[in-house]
């Protein structure tokens, strides 16, 4: 079973084509940059044979099982219509990067098919988010989280919905802060997302009835707020630059939880030259490909319309995205 990555941007020289390395999958890379594909060739020692023409698909048809589409959304449709023909009578998997929208003719994916569909959400599948299960299993008594320069807000609403672990049935946005900050009700349960990211001036609170979870490791000019409750800090460990575990400590140091990472040593050269964020990146992309993890494309774009309609009119209920499915599949 082999993998084909359609593209061949950042994303796919840092995160994609490591990620398969690491996970030992073979793969073939296809993209209209010969430039790029001869770069990418030399930089990972490839083979000549890694790199097909992609008018020449159907040389590696029997081949192929799944397919990394790691290119602007815009050609979503254009390359989908094209893989329909080359793999008409073979149950693909089809790995799409997000947003899939604001291009409407996307959604023609989500038309009756033989393709099986996964979005590539780095944020949905962040070790984090196991610590915070690990200390509230059922996450009910979760009421709000405050991203401070730390969360662009499509991929924290999906990050929130991992932790919440509930769909949600109705929302509504208050722009607060001279409107610096975006304040999400859902359904009684808070969000606050400042409008500018500075992955390494920044922290994540995370507070439930009883105690509160603080991940400001790269926090440097931000005053917290006071909390007269429990507190836990999230730890990142780095051994020769690459993260080796997150740990989770008390206010004392002490450590509760650890969540170990063990990167191989002949693999560390793709971790230490990526900041923090990118190596949580890495991790989470790793995580999707050996499936661990899913994250449908179908919920990527219910997720993806309720943060749309909240940004433009403040409100959102689930009536809206059922209605707006019906209009596109009778009219696709």
Not at 1 to 11: A, P, V, Y
Not at 19 to 45: D, P, Q
Not at 219 to 227: E, Q, S, V
Not at 255 to 264: D, L, M, P, Q, T
Request: charged letters at 25%; a positive charge; glycine letters at 2%.
């Amino acid at each position: 079973m082999s993998f084909l990555i359609i593209g061949t941007g950042q994303r796919v020289e840092k995160l994609i084509i490591p990620s398969l390395i690491i996970l030992g999958k073979k793969f073939y890379i296809t993209g209209r940059n010969k430039k790029r594909l001869e770069f990418l060739l030399n930089k990972f020692k490839l083979k000549k044979e890694n790199i097909i023409d992609f008018k020449n698909l159907i040389n590696k048809k029997n081949e192929i099982q799944k397919i990394i589409l790691s290119v602007k959304s815009q050609a979503y449709c254009e390359i989908y219509k094209y893989l329909l023909i080359i793999f008409h009578s073979k149950n693909i998997k089809i790995y799409i990067e997000t947003p899939i929208l604001p291009s409407l003719k996307n959604l023609i994916l989500f038309k009756k098919s033989q393709f099986k569909f996964a979005a590539i959400e780095d944020s949905y599948h962040i070790p984090i988010l196991q610590i915070i299960n690990k200390l509230d299993k059922n996450n009910k008594f979760i009421s709000k989280i405050i991203f401070y320069q730390s969360g662009y807000y499509y991929h924290a609403i999906s990050k929130i919905k991992k932790i919440y672990k509930n769909n949600f049935n109705s929302a509504n946005l208050t722009k607060i802060l001279n409107a610096k900050c975006s304040k999400f009700n859902f359904d009684n349960f808070f969000v606050y997302i400042t409008n500018k990211r500075n992955y390494h001036d920044c922290f994540t609170i995370y507070e439930f009835d009883n105690f509160v979870i603080i991940d400001n490791q790269f926090n440097l000019t931000n005053k917290l707020p006071i909390y007269n409750k429990k507190k836990y800090y999230i730890k990142r460990v780095f051994v020769k630059g690459v993260i080796n575990s997150f740990n989770l400590l008390d206010d004392q140091n002490y450590v509760i939880y650890k969540h170990e990472i063990n990167v191989s040593d002949i693999y560390l050269n793709y971790f230490n030259n990526l900041d923090y964020i990118n190596q949580q990146s890495l991790l989470s992309i790793i995580n999707i490909f050996n499936e661990n993890e899913k994250y449908e494309l179908i919920e990527h774009l219910y997720d993806l319309l309720s943060f749309k309609i909240l940004i433009r009119i403040k409100y959102f209920n689930i009536f809206f995205i059922k209605n707006f499915f019906t209009k596109i599949f009778i009219n696709i």
